[in-house]
């Protein structure tokens, strides 16, 4: 492959990429990445596969499994290459955490599903000049774009759409082709390989769309006109959405796995209480004022209901209030623990 090279593999085996969501666009890319011979990935993600979502995440399977995502995509990355270095991040990102798990990367892959976490991940990559490239898939169509970030001139997320639209559905909500998600995390994967390797030309400035009915596709030039300062943006927003946000739930794997990180409250109501393990704390939602919240523990909250829907208004309430309050809602909640224990 003359395009690529020694050199380019070279690069590509010194590159440290990290994939933030391995659902359906970064459980198809990290694969590919790994294939091409990337040195190091770091896979992010606390959600456990579910058969409903194995129509775009193929290389998932139908066994129920307590995994994260991002645990049993790793497994699967390392039998396609043993020699690859991958770290597991067993949790959603969040504003607490990712300066540590994009510090020292040279290209950060956004591929969740969460209007918010992309602002985030956008806002927080362009600060620090960190190459980032952009999917996303919406029932047939997908988009992909490559921003550099290179200075404070650099396209980026927020010149496309300048503020975050909380009434677009996700895919569980209004679907998507399968074959999308796989389209648009290769050309993800691809747009990484590019950078590292030089070779080709990377849509830097281009935001590509793609449908999948019609195969029809264009790439649209992009100028910049944003010009607002994001570290004041990324300082003062809490990424919260009004729905439940995913950059904001925990997984009960990544919880059991860390326990004693974790300070673990109960909100549900007397009548439906039921304990996780013996050092659950149990203060009942009608008791809580979201906006004298304080915990006494010197570690994050982690709040649970009985599906997740109540403790993740109230994390959204909290962080209105102080979005530097380091609480957490459980994915799933008591629910996802009694199917852990069956």
Same mark, same amino acid.
């Given at each position: 492959m003359d395009a690529i090279g020694e050199k380019g593999q070279d690069k590509l085996l010194a590159s440290h990429v990290v994939v933030?969501?391995?659902g359906g666009l970064g459980s198809i890319a990290a694969p590919y990445l790994a294939g091409a011979g990337v040195g190091k990935l770091t896979l992010v993600d606390g959600d456990i596969p579910d058969v409903s979502n194995l129509h775009r995440q193929v290389f998932f399977s139908t066994r129920k499994v307590a995994m994260s995502k991002s645990r049993v995509l790793a497994a699967h990355i390392l039998k396609l290459n043993p020699e690859i270095k991958v770290t597991v991040i067993p949790d959603m990102i969040t504003k607490v955490?990712?300066?540590?798990i994009l510090s020292n990367v040279d290209v950060v892959l956004e591929c969740t599903d969460n209007i918010q976490v992309k602002y985030m991940v956008n806002d927080y990559c362009a600060i620090q000049k960190i190459p980032m490239v952009y999917?996303?898939?919406?029932?047939?169509?997908?988009?992909?774009?490559?921003?550099?970030?290179?200075?404070?001139?650099s396209i980026h997320l927020r010149d496309v759409f300048a503020e975050p639209n909380d009434d677009?559905?996700?895919? @569980?909500?209004v679907g998507v082709m399968g074959t999308l998600a796989g389209?648009?995390?290769?050309?993800?994967?691809?747009?990484?390989?590019k950078y590292i390797s030089g070779a080709g030309k990377c849509l830097t400035g281009t935001l590509l769309t793609y449908n999948i009915l019609n195969n029809e596709?264009?790439?649209?030039?992009?100028?910049?006109?944003f010009d607002l300062d994001?570290?004041?943006?990324?300082?003062?927003?809490?990424?919260?959405?009004?729905?439940?946000?995913?950059?904001?739930?925990? @997984?009960?794997?990544a919880v059991l796995s860390n326990r004693d990180k974790y300070n673990l409250v109960s909100i549900l109501e007397v009548h439906e209480h039921k304990n996780i393990d013996s050092n659950v704390f149990h203060i009942p939602l009608s008791q809580i004022?979201?906006? @004298?919240?304080?915990?006494?523990?010197?570690?994050?909250?982690?709040?649970?209901?009985?599906?997740?829907?109540?403790s993740g208004k109230l994390v959204n309430e909290i962080l209105f209030q102080d979005p530097k309050s380091d609480v957490i809602s459980l994915a799933g909640g008591l629910n996802s623990f009694k199917k852990l224990s069956t």
């Open positions: 933030i969501g391995c955490t990712i300066k540590e999917g996303a898939i919406h029932k047939y169509d997908g988009y992909v774009s490559f921003f550099e970030n290179k200075d404070e001139k677009i559905p996700s895919c @569980s909500e389209v648009i995390g290769l050309m993800q994967a691809n747009e990484a390989i596709q264009m790439k649209l030039g992009l100028k910049k006109t994001l570290k004041t943006i990324f300082q003062n927003s809490s990424y919260v959405s009004e729905q439940v946000c995913a950059s904001y739930e925990i @997984s009960l794997e004022d979201p906006k @004298s919240w304080e915990s006494t523990e010197p570690k994050p909250t982690i709040f649970y209901c009985m599906s997740g829907v109540r």
